[in-house]
């Protein structure tokens, strides 16, 4: 037996022996079968349901269901009710924080717009909302009188959370 038939031999058994360790076993390398049950077979089902928790960390981790909790500033929430109040509101989603206005004429102005809100954070700063204004006839707003409409709901927020202190 040469040095390379040698060589080929001992990667041939290397390959056999480590076979059953990715395979379950040597039962099914020789065409036997084995029957394992999966692993969480032994527990019951409300116990699968859980969410697995690894650390002590995971217990302070975010784990609420977002259909149950509101995440939303309630000041800014109202105070974008409040500033808006001339446009119709059209549809409103406490839990993902979206509030969709239809067109309206601001008072005093001439020309009719169409605002979206997103308050995304609990939070009570200008990072906290979003405000996409439209013309009626399609056309995007500047985004100086986007900032004016964001500036006027914090403005008003910030009112209406000292107004809730002094109670």
């Known amino acids: 037996m040469g040095i390379g038939q040698t060589t080929t031999s001992a990667v041939i058994i290397a390959g056999l022996l480590a076979l059953p360790g990715c395979s379950g076993g040597f039962g099914n390398l020789f065409g036997e079968t084995t029957t394992t049950a999966p692993a969480n077979a032994e527990r019951p089902q409300r116990e699968r349901a859980k969410p697995e928790r690894e650390t002590i960390w995971d217990l302070f981790s975010d784990r609420d269901d977002p259909n149950t909790t509101v995440e939303v500033n309630k000041y800014l929430w109202n105070a974008a009710l409040d500033v808006l109040n001339f446009l119709p509101l059209q549809a409103a989603d406490p839990f993902t924080g979206v509030?969709?206005?239809?067109?309206?004429?601001?008072?005093?102005?001439?020309?009719?717009?169409?605002?979206?809100?997103?308050?995304?954070d609990p939070a009570l700063d200008a990072r906290s909302i979003e405000v996409a204004l439209q013309t009626q006839g399609g056309g995007a707003?500047?985004?100086e009188t986007a900032h004016a409409v964001e500036d006027a709901i914090l403005a008003?927020?910030?009112?209406?959370?000292?107004?809730d202190r002094s109670l």
């Open 141 to 143: 707003v500047s985004a």
């Open 99 to 120: 509030m969709a206005f239809g067109y309206g004429t601001p008072p005093g102005g001439g020309r009719a717009y169409k605002a979206t809100v997103f308050v995304r």
């Open 156 to 163: 008003r927020a910030r009112q209406l959370r000292i107004q």
